[in-house]
C-alpha cells in the first residue's frame, strides 16, 4: 500500500484527492500549516513556502501530490493591478524547488505536481510562475507527471459573483474558457497517481 503525500492539502481538491486515494487504499498523509482532523489521514504541521516540516514528511513516501499554489486573485476572488506586475514565489517556485530536492533525496518514485492548461504560453505573472515551476519539475531527476486543469467552476464564480455589485464589468473580449468541474479534475488526478505512466527523470 502506498503512501502519498498531498501538497496542498487544504484546497479545493483536496475532500475529493483525498476520498478517492483512501478508495482505493492508499495511505494519505498531508502537510498542512494548521493540520486537520479527518480520519485516516496523516496529518502533518509543516509550510511549503518556509520548507517547515517537509523533510519529516517526506519519510517513508512514494509519490507527491504537489497541489499547493499561491494565486492572490484567486484567494480574493478578484484581479488588483499588483496582479499583473508580479506573483509570489514562495510557493510555487522556491517551494517546489525544495520539496524536488528533498524528494529526489529520499528516492520519491513519482512526483505529480499539478498545473494550468497554457502556462508555458502565457504572459500573465502567474501563469509564469507556473511554468517556471514546470520547469522546476521537469529538470529535478525525479520521476513526474505534470497535471494540468482549465479553469475550475468553483473559481469562475467567485470571480463573476464579486464583479456582480459592479456597474461596469473588466472582461477580455476574446478570452476562450473551457471550465471544469473541480471533482471531475481531482478523479483524473488520481488516475495519474494510481495509473499514470511516470515520465523518468
Known amino acids: ?55 519529516g514528511a517526506l519519510h517513508g513516501v512514494q509519490t507527491v501530490v504537489n497541489a499547493a499554489s499561491l494565486s492572490p486573485a484567486a484567494q480574493r ?7 499583473f506586475v508580479r506573483s509570489p514565489l514562495e510557493v510555487d517556485v522556491d517551494g517546489t524547488r525544495r520539496l524536488l530536492a528533498e524528494a529526489r533525496r529520499v528516492g520519491v518514485e513519482h512526483f505529480v505536481h499539478v498545473s494550468i492548461v497554457g502556462v508555458q504560453q502565457a504572459r500573465v505573472p502567474y501563469s509564469r510562475v507556473k511554468a517556471a515551476a514546470e520547469d522546476l519539475v521537469r529538470s529535478s531527476g525525479v520521476a513526474y507527471s505534470i497535471v494540468p486543469a482549465t479553469g475550475f467552476y468553483w473559481l469562475l464564480a467567485r470571480f463573476l459573483d464579486n464583479l456582480a455589485p459592479r456597474r461596469i464589468w473588466p472582461l477580455p473580449s476574446n478570452l476562450m474558457l473551457q471550465p471544469v468541474d473541480s471533482a471531475d479534475f481531482a478523479a483524473y488526478l488520481v488516475e495519474c497517481v494510481t495509473g499514470g505512466q511516470a515520465r523518468k527523470p
Open 1 to 55: 500500500m502506498d503512501l502519498v503525500l498531498v501538497f496542498g492539502g487544504t484546497g479545493h481538491l483536496r475532500p475529493d484527492v483525498v476520498r478517492l486515494l483512501k478508495d482505493q487504499q492508499h495511505q494519505v498523509r498531508i502537510l498542512a500549516r494548521a493540520p486537520g482532523r479527518e480520519p485516516g489521514v496523516d496529518w502533518v504541521r509543516g509550510d511549503l513556502a518556509t520548507g517547515e516540516g517537509v523533510e
Open 77 to 83: 476572488g478578484g484581479f488588483r493591478l499588483g496582479d
